[in-house]
């Protein structure tokens, strides 16, 4: 009954752009904190970004930032990232969590999407 669900994956050319959803149902995303994760072809999950549950503290990993942009609509029970200027090396399958309140480390996060798959390729 709780669900989180990532969308907004898809192939983009090497310098292009996605904007990538989380979207909530069965709870509300006002309490938690979300965090972006991604795992790419025999590497290990690392994270990507977090947002705390005001909106008011974020985060990003040194790969990626300057060119994501994490942000949050409780409105629409919806969180973002937004990704732009896109290298190859951010290929992965890209999942969305949830830890109450703060961003936490990874394996203090409650609940996870499914994933949705980033492939930057020529």
């Known amino acids: 009954q709780l669900q989180l669900v990532e969308s907004g994956g898809g192939l983009v050319q090497p310098g292009g752009s996605l904007r990538l959803s989380c979207a909530a149902s069965g709870f509300t995303l006002d309490y938690y904190a979300v965090g972006w994760f991604r795992q790419a072809p025999g590497k290990e999950r690392e994270g990507v970004s977090c947002i705390s549950s005001s909106g008011g503290s974020t985060n990003y990993a040194d790969s990626v930032k300057g060119r994501f942009t994490i942000s949050r ?6 969180v973002y990232l937004q990704m732009n200027s896109l290298k190859p090396g951010d290929t992965a399958v890209y999942y969305c969590a949830v830890v ?12 996870w999407g499914q994933g949705t798959q980033v492939t930057v390729s020529s």
């Open 100 to 111: 109450p309140f703060r961003c936490r480390s990874p394996v203090e996060y409650d609940y």
């Open 73 to 78: 609509d409780n409105a629409k029970n919806t």
